[in-house]
């Protein structure tokens, strides 16, 4: 199983990016997915879910700011985020739900300062 994550980048606040997280080794269309996101020195932390019917769920702090959505023909999720602020800083990582703890992909580093 993999996770790859890409997309992400240095922008300033107030500015988007868009993540996407390609999965192979499992049936895409049968598992929920979730984004997390770590920062050095903290515990990763759980930013948003989708199920594998395209129900969505957010972590308070970035609703209403992050859509999530996924392609199954493409096994792939993504991961819209508008109106960044300093505190989304962070490396972004995709897993299944529930995840697989041998897993974790490599992340996408996500910076936002001016």
């Known amino acids: 199983v993999q996770f790859v994550e890409s997309g992400g980048g240095l922008v300033q606040p107030g500015e988007s990016l868009r993540l996407s997280c390609a999965v192979s080794g499992i049936i895409f269309s049968n598992y929920g997915m979730d984004w997390y996101r770590q920062t050095p020195g903290a515990q990763r932390e759980w930013v948003a879910r989708i199920s594998n019917g395209g129900t969505t769920n957010y972590a308070p702090s970035v609703k209403d700011r992050f859509v999530l959505w996924r392609d199954n023909a493409k096994n792939t999720m993504y991961l819209q985020m508008n109106s960044l602020k300093p505190e989304d800083t962070g490396v972004y990582y995709c897993?299944?739900?529930?995840?697989?703890?041998?897993?974790w992909g490599q992340g996408a580093q996500v910076t936002v300062s001016s």
């Open positions: 897993n299944s739900d529930p995840p697989r703890p041998t897993n």
